[in-house]
Nanobody
Framework: QVQLVESGGGLVQPGGSLRLSCVASGSIFSINAMGWYRQAPGKQRELVARITSGGSTNYAGFVKGRFTISRDNAKNTVYLQMNSLKPEDTAVYYC??????????????WGKGTLVTVSS
């Protein structure tokens, strides 16, 4: 069994910063892509940023250089540094990872989410 646990969410004023973390644990052989998604009230879940095991990244257009995704493969951890936060960034942020349980067998996992609220 694999678990993803997010942390780092909270209340921040517009223009502020937060750093989210997500740690994967369990029977992990290796982890391929890891990513952050978000879901605002009444909206569908959407991709924020994604990073491969080799460090290649891609971002949603609304990130516009404000967010940076990174990972520590030794710690099975992915981070999301969020700067210049806006009220429209308010959402539950979810971690996602494609985990190999053995060399030829893998599946995607989700964390339970961490709430980010941007408000004055």
């Amino acid at each position: 069994q694999v678990q993803l646990v997010e942390s780092g969410g909270g209340l921040v004023q517009p223009g502020g910063s937060l750093r989210l973390s997500c740690v994967a644990s369990g029977s992990i052989f290796s982890i391929n892509a890891m990513g952050w998604y978000r879901q605002a009230p009444g909206k569908q879940r959407e991709l924020v940023a994604r990073i491969t095991s080799g460090g290649s990244t891609n971002y949603a257009g609304f990130v516009k250089g404000r967010f940076t995704i990174s990972r520590d493969n030794a710690k099975n951890t992915v981070y999301l540094q969020m700067n210049s936060l806006k009220p429209e960034d308010t959402a539950v942020y979810y971690c996602n990872a494609y985990v190999l349980l053995e060399p030829s067998s893998g599946m995607g996992y989700w964390g339970k989410g961490t709430l980010v609220t941007v408000s004055s």
